[in-house]
């Protein structure tokens, strides 16, 4: 299986901050990943696929990067409802894997 | 718009089935993608637990596999999930989702516990 890891695992930012999330994947996965955004008690929602597409209503503060096994997610300028868990999860190789979170705080 | 939502028993006796469906509205299941299933244990992270595509083909996590069938029914424009022989371990949100790749639209997920 492809391992993915994120880091920070937490990161505690203030609004109008520029935060960064990292995902790496165990092997290569060319452009196919995804970065999800929950919010408590609620489904994930998509905000990047193909590593760096912007999903359609997604605040264009948010942008991604990255192709083989290293990948970026870029907030901007963080606004207050930003402070959610994001996910990144590939999408190369069943089965598909999540990493395990970075929660913005 | 596409929407997707999960019913099922939210309680599950230990080493009985778990049994949920995904109803899709705004979008024929027949007609493109693959639809899955995702959990995300109280607290935890999101595992994929399968996913049935376009065709018909499954494909399973390897780590339930022996525990796993996902099914179609076009005619109701559904899919479901069967979990067999679950312990507490099973407990979690299930997730049910579109993904022409990625996974594009999600329904709002359904708890289910296992406990007798």
Sequence with gaps: DIQMTQSPSSLSASVGDRVTITCRASQSIGSWLAWYQQKPQKAPKPLIYGASILQSGVPSRFSASGSGTDFTLTISSLQPEDFAIYYCQQYHTYPMTFGQGTRLE | ?116
């Excluded at chain 2, 607290?43 to 596999?65: D, F, P, Q, R, V």
């Excluded at chain 2, 790749?101 to 516990?113: E, H, I, M, P, R």
């Design chain 2, 1 to 116: 718009q596409v929407q997707l939502q999960e019913s099922g028993p939210g309680l599950v006796k230990p080493s009985e089935t778990l049994s949920l469906t995904c109803s899709v509205s705004g979008f024929s299941i027949r007609s493109a993608y693959c639809w899955g299933w995702i959990r995300q244990p109280p607290g935890k992270g999101l595992e994929w637990i399968g996913s049935i595509c376009h065709g018909g083909t499954t494909y399973y996590n390897a780590s339930l596999k022996s525990r796993v069938t996902v099914s179609v029914d076009t005619s109701e424009n559904q899919f479901s999930l069967k979990l067999s022989s679950v312990t507490a371990a099973d407990t979690a949100v299930y997730y049910c989702a579109r993904r022409p790749n990625y996974f594009d639209f999600w329904g709002q997920g359904a708890l289910v516990t296992v406990s007798s």
